[in-house]
Antibody, heavy 118, light 108 residues
Framework: HLQLQESGPGLVKPSETLALTCSVS??????????WGWIRQPPGKGLEWIGN???????YYNPSLKSRVSISVDTSKNQFSLKVTPVTAADTAFYYC??????????WGQGTLVTVSS | EIVVTQSPATLSLSPGERATLSCRTS??????LAWYQQKPGQAPRLLIY???NRATGIPARFSGGGSGTDFTLTISSLEPEDFAVYYC??????????FGQGTRLEIK
């Protein structure tokens, strides 16, 4: 049974770096066949795709965020990670990690709220 | 970027009634459209993919239709647990993917 779990700080100061990790259990990222991605949702608002990564390290990013975002993968730990820098209040959101089946998002983590505030 | 527009923003219905939610895209996405359900405090859940295919474990009362730029999600007879926010999402030019702004289905 595939499960994803986000972890990382819930509070980040403006201009600093947001860093989250997604731990995957029940499947191996290195098996291939799927991408692994991040989606965010400001409180009370809609969903925004951030980007994804393949086990090989190949990445795709939302053009609107590309200059500030990076996604990496650690197959030895079966984890992938997100960094956003520098952050502003507009980056306050629930961040979800997910399995991306060529655009069909079929498994989601429970989400973690990251607040950007001094 | 393909813009995805959902209507109505809020739909008020009673249990047992039929719900029809609409989704329109700014250009054709063929059948590459999905629907998700999100309950308060939870992550979204995939309901329908490629316009009309139910995801694993999704009840038969949920059905999707349409192609090109106009799509619908139908819930044939509303159960109490169906009241939630529903999002549609296109993937024809993945990556990226884009979502609609959501339709809130509330109890009348």
């Amino acid at each position: 049974h595939l499960q994803l779990q986000e972890s990382g700080p819930g509070l980040v100061k403006p201009s600093e770096t947001l860093a989250l990790t997604c731990s995957v259990s029940g499947a191996s990222i290195s098996s291939g066949g799927y991408y692994w991605g991040w989606i965010r949702q400001p409180p009370g608002k809609g969903l925004e795709w951030i980007g994804n990564i393949y086990y090989s390290g190949s990445t795709y990013y939302n053009p609107s965020l590309k200059s500030r975002v990076s996604i990496s993968v650690d197959t030895s730990k079966n984890q992938f990670s997100l960094k956003v820098t520098p952050v502003t209040a507009a980056d306050t959101a629930f961040y979800y990690c997910a399995r991306d089946d060529y655009g069909k998002v079929d498994y989601w983590g429970q989400g973690t709220l990251v607040t950007v505030s001094s | 970027e393909i813009v995805v527009t959902q209507s109505p923003a809020t739909l008020s219905l009673s249990p047992g009634e039929r719900a029809t939610l609409s989704c329109r895209t700014s250009q054709s996405v063929s059948s590459y459209l999905a629907w998700y359900q999100q309950k308060p405090g939870q992550a979204p859940r995939l309901l329908i993919y490629d316009a009309s295919n139910r995801a694993t474990g999704i009840p038969a009362r949920f059905s999707g239709g349409g192609s090109g730029t106009d799509f619908t999600l139908t819930i044939s007879s509303l159960e109490p647990e169906d009241f939630a926010v529903y999002y549609c999402q296109q993937r024809i030019n993945w990556p990226p993917i884009t979502f609609g702004q959501g339709t809130r289905l509330e109890i009348k």
